[in-house]
C-alpha cells in the first residue's frame, strides 16, 4: 500500500511544487539580476571571496547582498514559527510560503529573501531531509540510498533514491520553464513563480489526517 504523507507540507506533491519554483528562482536570479543566485549561496560567497581577493568593492556588495538576505528569510520564517499557535486556521508554514509569493509580487529584487523562507519552512519530505531550493545535499542523499540498495537490495532505500532523484528533476524542470518564461516575459517572469507558491499555500489547507480519519469511518 502506498504511504501517504500525514501532513501536506511534508507530501511529494507540494514537494514538486516547491521543487520546481525553487528552480525557477534560481534561473530567474542568475539570467535576469546580472548572475547573482537566489538559491546557491554557495556560489555566491565563492564569488564574493573572489571579488574581495580582487578589491572589486562593487562585487562585493552585489553578491553579499544575496547572502544577507538569504539569512535574513531563514530568520523571518523561524519568527514567523515563534509567534504562530498550531491551533490557529493558518499554519505557519502557509503564512511561511504566503508571504513568499507576496514578497516575489511586490519586490522581485528579494528573491533570496523569499528563497531563505522556503529553505527553513520546509525541510522534509515524507519525513526525509529534502531540499527544495538546491540540489548538492539531494544529490549526495540519493546516491547514498542508491548504493545502500545496491549493497543490501532494501525496497526503501531504492525509494528513498527516487524521491531524491525526483525533486531533483523537478528542480531542473522548474529552471527550464524559468528559462522559457523569461524569453517571454523577462522581468515579469518571476510572476508565475508567484503563482507557484500561491498554490502551495492552497494544497496546504488540505487536512490529510482528518481524511484518513474519514476513510477509515
Known amino acids: 500500500m502506498k504511504k501517504i504523507a500525514k501532513q501536506m507540507s511534508e507530501s511529494i506533491e507540494l514537494g514538486i511544487v516547491l521543487a520546481a519554483s525553487g528552480g525557477f ?27 574581495i581577493s580582487e578589491r572589486n568593492w562593487p562585487e562585493v556588495v552585489r ?26 486556521r493558518l499554519h505557519w508554514r502557509q503564512i511561511s510560503v504566503l508571504l513568499e509569493a507576496i514578497v516575489l509580487l511586490l519586490a522581485n529584487s528579494l528573491t533570496s529573501l523569499a528563497c531563505g523562507i522556503q529553505v527553513e519552512s520546509f525541510r522534509k519530505i ?5 531540499a527544495t531550493t538546491m540540489c548538492i ?11 545502500d540498495y545496491i549493497h543490501t537490495k532494501e525496497k526503501k532505500c531504492l525509494s528513498k533514491s527516487i524521491l531524491y532523484y ?3 528533476l523537478c528542480f531542473i524542470i522548474g529552471a527550464v520553464l524559468g528559462n522559457v518564461c523569461i524569453s517571454y516575459m523577462q522581468e515579469k517572469a518571476i510572476l508565475v513563480c508567484a503563482f507557484f507558491l500561491l498554490a502551495a499555500f492552497i494544497m496546504m489547507f488540505i487536512d490529510r489526517e482528518k ?4 476513510s477509515r469511518s
Do not use: W
Not at 542568475?30 to 547573482?36: A, C, E, L, N, S
Not at 515524507?126 to 529534502?130: P, Q, T
Not at 481524511?211 to 474519514?214: D, L, R
Open 25 to 51: 528562482m534560481d534561473a530567474y536570479s542568475y539570467i535576469m539580476r546580472d548572475h547573482v543566485f537566489a538559491n546557491a549561496q554557495t556560489g555566491n560567497m565563492l564569488l564574493l571571496g573572489v571579488s
Open 63 to 88: 553578491y553579499l547582498f544575496p547572502v544577507l538576505a538569504f539569512a535574513a528569510g531563514i530568520m523571518l520564517a523561524d519568527l514567523v514559527r515563534f509567534r504562530m499557535d498550531e491551533k490557529k
Open 126 to 130: 515524507h519525513g526525509n531531509g529534502i
Open 137 to 147: 545535499g539531494n544529490l549526495r542523499s540519493g546516491t547514498q540510498n542508491l548504493c
Open 166 to 168: 525526483g525533486v531533483i
Open 211 to 214: 481524511e484518513e480519519h474519514e
